[in-house]
């Protein structure tokens, strides 16, 4: 029965309604998913840790011209600001599939206390942000013992 009628459920009705309305916020704001997981398309993967006696701070920027990025420092939060403009020699495309996106983005992340502006180094290399900074020796790595107490019986 190719044409048999089912019967309405408005709770099927609102999933699609949901679906429908997540698809559209994903093509408009440029997300994409990816397991259970969503991520902005444009926005840049960051790590941040410290190593010694210094601050790392690494942003993933494959196929953007550094002249592109911006680095700023307020107070303290690091921002990363940058574009990656779409070079097409051809106009007529069809594509099979696609996750590059191209735009604007802005990443900010907190500073650790006593991490200063001023001593914010950057470099770029193959594809990746690198920031720098000396860090204060409280942020220094410290492991702490774990006291296991016996238990009574």
């Known amino acids: 029965m190719a044409n048999a009628m089912r019967r309405w459920d408005p709770l099927r ?5 949901r679906r429908d309305f997540d698809d559209l916020f994903d093509q408009v704001l440029g997300w994409r ?4 997981k969503e991520i ?5 993967a960051i790590e941040s840790y410290i ?3 210094r601050m790392v ?3 993933d920027l494959p196929g953007i011209d550094p002249k592109d990025v ?26 099979v599939f696609k996750e590059v996106s191209y735009g604007s983005f802005e ?5 650790p206390a006593g ?11 193959d594809g990746v942000l690198e920031l720098t900074a000396r860090a204060p020796k409280e942020l220094a790595l410290r492991k702490v013992p774990v006291e296991v107490e016996e238990q009574k019986k």
């Open 51 to 53: 190593e010694g006696d």
């Open 115 to 125: 991490v200063k502006a001023k001593d914010i180094k950057a470099s770029y290399k």
């Open 13 to 17: 009705e609102m999933e699609h309604f």
């Open 70 to 95: 911006e680095i700023t420092a307020i107070g303290d939060t690091l921002t990363i600001k940058g574009s990656r403009e779409e070079k097409r020699e051809e106009k007529d495309r069809d594509f």
């Open 107 to 111: 990443r900010s992340i907190p500073l």
């Open 40 to 44: 902005a398309a444009t926005v840049p």
């Open 33 to 36: 998913r990816r397991g259970e």
């Open 57 to 59: 701070v690494r942003a």
